[in-house]
């Protein structure tokens, strides 16, 4: 994944928005810049979770199957074609569900037991396939927050810095540095709560799969029982 690419990209998109005289992008500009520099880190810590996220939902949407009618078509193959029938048809489905029922049909000639170890050894594994990333995700949603606070530290010690040169307390001698203090922090829960809601979203994508998964596997093992005493 280019992330130098995406971040050019999401740079060159606000610069393009602002040339084209966006009231709104204008404004958000001016905040960005009066942020300070820890406003760079933070949009690069959005910047890369959404990359992140795209990209698992793109794999995660690639991962969905029919699962009903996907079971029926196998039980149908078992009946019609034997465990080679209905491994022919897992092999040319896409998806966990027809990985994990492959995985467990090339070990059904060596029993139910067998092929059951294999599906819940092969359905760890694809559950790790489909978590893949996330870690990331989840990292830069804690990470955005800690560079906001980090951007806080920095604005109230350039206000005590300016109060220090003025030698007075008066609004406009802290205003720059609260200003920055205020700023970062908003950004930086602004972009945590964007990449919070994806992060949610795509774990309930996950567990209704894993769901999936996990109940297909069991009509398996019934459909595999069914043909073994016929």
């Keep these: ?27 958000l500009t001016s ?20 990359a992140f996220c795209f990209e698992r939902l793109w794999a995660l949407s690639r991962s969905k ?3 009903k009618k996907f079971i029926v078509n196998v039980k149908r193959a078992l009946d019609e074609g034997g465990v080679e029938g209905a491994k022919e048809l897992c092999a040319n489905t896409r998806g966990p569900v027809a990985s994990v029922f492959y995985a467990g049909l090339l070990r059904a000639d060596e029993g139910l037991e067998a092929a059951e170890k294999a599906i819940i050894a092969y359905g760890g594994i694809e559950m790790g396939f489909l978590e893949r990333n996330m870690i990331w995700i989840s990292t830069f949603i804690t990470i955005a927050p800690m560079l906001g606070f980090t951007g806080t530290v920095q604005g109230m010690v350039e206000a005590f810095d300016s109060i220090k040169e003025a030698a007075q307390i008066s609004p406009a001698v802290v205003a720059d540095g609260i200003s920055v203090a205020l700023l970062t922090t908003l950004f930086g829960l602004v972009c945590a709560m964007i990449l919070q809601v994806f992060y949610n979203y795509l774990i309930s994508v996950i567990d209704r799969l894993v ?14 029982y069914e043909v073994k005493n016929k």
Excluded: C, H, R
């Design 1 to 27: 994944m280019d992330f130098t690419g995406v971040y050019a990209s999401l740079y060159n998109a606000i610069a393009q928005a602002t040339n084209d005289g966006g009231g709104a992008l204008n404004w």
């Design 31 to 50: 905040k960005f810049e009066a942020g300070g520099g820890f406003m760079w880190p933070i949009l690069g810590s959005l910047a890369l979770g959404l």
């Design 65 to 67: 199957t029919n699962t």
């Design 211 to 224: 769901g999936d998964m996990e109940e297909a596997s069991v009509e398996l093992i019934d459909a595999l």
